[in-house]
């Protein structure tokens, strides 16, 4: 059982203890071994009729190696230089590393400790030219944790759920690998030991550590959300021992909205989201999604897309970049915690005016389109009447205090 150095961000509180998660128990493995049902198994084998699909995310019938990930995990770390560069300035060398980061590919970069509860106890997949075999524990003791993030197109995902918001959201994912990986070999070649945590290979849960490293706050829908990029930020991490200063957590009102506005939980197709408080899980008070119901979302797809990201484009803190994004933003840092209430509902108001209450943009690219689709139902000898994906009655939003802790 570990203790973690209370930092007081307002999206989540440390009530206890916490122990470090198995990679094993994480949802991929569980699904891989069949937990979550014989149709998600066979699904997460056996998708990947569309070729993008298949270079950004890899999925049966490819060739492991038209992708990047799959080559990534098969691949060992380099060694460290033994010509350590001597760091008298934390601080400065902190800004460097930003520096390069962003210079490398990051979009947001941000500096915390490495906190041991989120490091994952086991590996669940095995790595041989590492020396590395599923079921290993895992020994990272490396001091800090360099929180990156990269955006993906804010119209390609407002495109969900389809083929092009696929592509987008896969591409994201590759997206924090190359970085990363010359993030962690840079570091390496600066005399110190560092470790690259991307799409291709995690020892880390990177959300908590993003939310201590100041790049955003914890959602409802239990993900980061970033003041400018909201959601749609794909998240990686390098641990090292470099010394660096660490940044603090932010507050940019995440807190004060969720409790409001609710819209991924009106949104949300596999009703995953709560509408209601926060709940107690490893010794952390927060949101909690029901993961099961939420990755089980997948079979709804029949073919027709990969990855759900209603809840990302549903959020209103997810826009592009301009003004009025901006200056909303600002007044809500800017005003004292008791009244943003006051300025959180007309916001609310709005976005759903300009926005609509469940965002959504048809969309042609390539030769995808993703006009709403009479639905094919897969299951033999069904008779029902499918409407389109796309046509969904939102969910009612409770009244505001009667269920929110
Ligand atoms: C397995 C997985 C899935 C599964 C299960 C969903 C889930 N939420 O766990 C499926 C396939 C369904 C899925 C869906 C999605 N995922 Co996903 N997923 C992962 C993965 C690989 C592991 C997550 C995990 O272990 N969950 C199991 C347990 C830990 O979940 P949990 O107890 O509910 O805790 C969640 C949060 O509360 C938080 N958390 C856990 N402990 C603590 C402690 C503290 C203090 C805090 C603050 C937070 C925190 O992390 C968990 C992940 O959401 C991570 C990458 C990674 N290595 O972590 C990406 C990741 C969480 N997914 C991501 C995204 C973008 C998505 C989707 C939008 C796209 C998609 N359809 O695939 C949806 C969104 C669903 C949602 N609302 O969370 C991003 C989130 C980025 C961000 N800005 O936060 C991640 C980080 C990948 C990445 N590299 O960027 N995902
Ligand atoms: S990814 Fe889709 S199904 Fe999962 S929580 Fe988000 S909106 Fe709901
Ligand atoms: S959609 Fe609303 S409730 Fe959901 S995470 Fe974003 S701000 Fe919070």
Same mark, same amino acid.
Request: with cysteine.
């Given at each position: ?95 460097? %590393?930003? &520096? ?8 947001? @970069?941000?500096? !915390?400790? *490495?906190?041991? +509860? ?106 980061? %959300?970033? &003041? ?8 990686? @991490?390098?641990? !090292?021992? *470099?010394?660096? +200063? ?160």
């Amino acid at each position: 059982m570990l203790i973690s150095k209370d930092r007081n961000p307002r999206s989540y509180r440390i009530v206890g203890p916490q122990r470090q998660i198995d990679e094993r128990d994480t949802p991929h493995p569980r699904v891989d071994r069949g937990e979550l049902g014989d149709r998600l198994r066979t699904w997460r084998k056996t998708i990947g009729e569309d070729p993008l699909r298949r270079i950004l995310s890899g999925g049966g019938g490819g060739d492991s190696n038209n992708t990047l990930s799959n080559i990534m995990r098969r691949i060992p770390e380099g060694k460290v230089n033994p010509n350590k560069i001597p760091v008298s300035d934390p601080a400065h060398m902190a800004r460097n %590393i930003k &520096e390069i980061a962003r210079f490398l590919g990051a979009d947001v @970069v941000g500096i !915390t400790h *490495l906190d041991q +509860a989120y490091v994952y106890s086991h590996r669940a997949s095995g790595n041989a030219a590492a020396g590395e075999k599923p079921g290993d524990p895992i020994h990272l003791p490396h001091c800090y944790a360099i929180c990156m993030g990269f955006a993906s197109d804010y119209y390609k995902l407002l495109s969900n759920n389809s083929r092009i918001s696929d592509t987008e959201y896969g591409l994201g994912n590759n997206h924090t690998i190359p970085t990363t990986f010359m993030l962690a070999s840079y570091i390496r070649e600066m005399g110190y030991p560092a470790r690259a945590h991307h799409y291709g290979t995690y020892e880390i849960n990177p959300i908590p550590l993003a939310v201590n490293a100041g790049l955003g706050e914890l959602g409802r829908h239990g993900m980061l %959300i970033h &003041e400018e990029y909201g959601s749609r930020l794909h998240l990686s @991490v390098v641990t !090292t021992d *470099l010394p660096l +200063a660490v940044d603090e957590p932010v507050d940019i009102g995440v807190e004060d909205f969720c409790k409001y506005c609710m819209k991924c939980a009106r949104t949300c197709p596999s009703h995953s989201i709560p509408f209601g408080g926060k709940e107690v899980y490893n010794g952390v008070e927060k949101y909690r999604i029901n993961v099961e119901t939420c990755y089980k979302h997948k079979l709804a797809s029949r073919g027709q897309w990969y990855s759900c990201v209603i809840c990302v484009s549903s959020c209103c803190y997810n826009k592009p970049k301009a003004w009025w994004h901006t200056l909303a933003l600002w007044s809500i840092k800017k005003t004292p915690i008791p009244l943003r209430p006051l300025l959180i509902k007309p916001l609310l108001w709005i976005d759903d005016l300009f926005w609509g209450k469940r965002p959504w943009r048809h969309m042609k690219w390539l030769d995808y389109d993703n006009a709403p689709q009479p639905v094919t139902c897969n299951i033999p000898g069904c008779q029902a009447q499918h409407k389109n994906l796309q046509h969904k009655r939102l969910h009612p939003k409770p009244v505001v205090g009667s269920t929110v802790g």
